[in-house]
């Protein structure tokens, strides 16, 4: 299981990251790679609760996951990271539709690489607080996920978040650590 969350400089990963990892996770994982331009976060289940749950219950459960980020700037090169990947969150900015096209078009090299063609996508539509309903409409078409979807064979869920408001956190959470049944159901919601 290995989690990797890409997309465009400057597209939101750090701020989403952050907004969801475990405040208690030590600092110094993080800082140790930085300096190859990637980032580990831990993030901890919100659904397992401690107290609830005996030890054989958690063993099945996952804890947490370390989700790495890897710079914008590193697209070029983000294919050493993918070995072994399960779970890709791929970030776009909404609020910039400018670099959407660009950022479609290294999310379809993304889910045409060979080894993630069993990952399973999210799609993180970033800083809604500053886009209005029409860019994400928008936004999706450009990047054509209609089309990406019937071609490729990777389950791609799309959630929208905010870093500012906390809005769509919960979702990205569920994806995490939810079974794909429940996840599919985050899917459901999404509005065409
Ligand atoms: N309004 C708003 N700004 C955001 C949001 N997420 C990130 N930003 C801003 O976007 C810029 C880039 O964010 P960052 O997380 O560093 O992007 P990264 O390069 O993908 O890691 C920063 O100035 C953030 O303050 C968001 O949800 N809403
Ligand atoms: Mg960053």
Known sequence: MSHICIGAKGSGKTHLLNSLRDEDSINETSHSVSTVGTNIYTIKNPHVKDVELSNKQ????????????????????WRRYFEGVTHV???????????????????????????????DILLV???????????????LLMIQLAKL???LRQRITVVETS???????????????LPPKKASQVKALEAH
Do not use: H
């Open 58 to 77: 958690k063993a099945r459960q996952m804890i947490s996951v370390q989700v790495r980020e890897i710079g914008g700037t590193m697209a070029p090169i």
């Open 89 to 119: 969150i791929y970030v776009l900015d909404t609020s910039n539709l400018c670099q959407i096209s660009g950022a479609g078009v290294l999310l379809y090299t993304v889910l045409t690489e060979p080894r993630l063609q069993t990952a």
């Open 125 to 139: 539509l970033t800083k809604m607080d500053l886009a209005y309903r029409q860019m994400r409409n928008e936004a």
């Open 149 to 151: 979807r019937k071609e």
């Open 163 to 177: 870093a500012v408001t906390k809005n769509g956190l919960n979702d990205v959470l569920d994806w995490l650590f």
